[in-house]
């Protein structure tokens, strides 16, 4: 299973920005996936999960500003973004549990899309 995240770049302070992540070699149908960033110096955090059943989660930083959704038919998380702010800038990581032929589920991580917020 690979997961191939894109959609970062330079945005200005206050635009929005889509994230996409899609998965090649598995089904996320039956998944929780997440995204994460990572800041220079700064440990990897939570900016929002979505679980099988689509229950979902917010980071704080996130909550009003970010919206993260699945098309299963397109085996592709995304990673709506708005009102971005110079803090978000970071490295952004999709995260999936996607179960094995034994129905263990293992975690992948993708290679990470930098998403840089001019002020």
């Known amino acids: 299973v690979q997961l191939q995240a894109s959609g970062g770049g330079l945005v200005q302070d206050g635009g929005p920005l889509r994230l996409s992540c899609t998965a090649s070699?598995?089904?996320?149908?039956?998944?929780?996936m997440a995204w994460y960033r990572q800041a220079p110096g700064k440990e990897r955090e939570l900016v929002a999960g979505i679980d099988l059943g689509d229950f979902i989660e917010y980071g704080v930083f996130g909550q009003g500003r970010f919206s993260i959704y699945r098309d299963n038919a397109k085996n592709t998380l995304y990673l709506q973004m708005n009102n971005l702010k110079p803090e978000d800038s970071a490295v952004y990581y999709c995260k999936a549990l996607i179960p094995d032929s034994h129905g263990t589920r293992q975690t992948y991580w993708g290679q990470g899309t930098l998403v840089t917020v001019s002020s």
């Open positions: 070699g598995g089904d996320i149908d039956f998944s929780d």
